[in-house]
């Protein structure tokens, strides 16, 4: 989809941009309308999940149509749209599992320490 951004070696100034000096070149800075699309994706993600993950079914599917129904004079791929769903929907639980982690690790360093002190501690 070569409309959806520029190559980071085509940029005018690549030594200033770190992400060029990064990756020597081989990235895609994303074009406007990709952007724009993705604000609308993440405002619609955000008001569609708020702070959990929804279970029902088909949630790629109802994101992109909350967006697509919000996009105004924005042509974009369906296809590409439900990648960006996606991949905000998998950083939102990687993101859920490393605080469940975080949670579990604390209850259980808060167990031992209660047993190593011989008194109660509080959970946090």
């Known amino acids: ?30 074009s406007s309308i990709l952007l724009d699309v993705g604000k609308i994706m993440n405002i619609e993600f955000e008001d569609f999940h708020k702070t959990w993950i929804h279970k029902d079914p088909w949630i790629f599917k109802t994101v992109a149509d909350r967006t697509e129904a919000k996009m105004i004079n924005t042509q974009i791929l369906r296809e590409v749209l439900l990648c ?36 109660k501690i509080s959970k946090y």
């Open 84 to 119: 960006l769903v996606r991949t905000r929907t998998y950083i939102r639980v990687r993101n859920i599992n490393k605080k469940i982690f975080t949670h579990n690790y604390k209850i259980k360093h808060n167990k031992k320490m209660s047993k190593f002190t011989n008194r």
């Open 1 to 30: 989809y070569p409309f959806l951004g520029t190559p980071t070696e085509l940029l005018i100034d690549p030594e200033v941009d770190w992400i060029n000096y990064v990756s020597r070149g081989h990235l895609i800075s994303p």
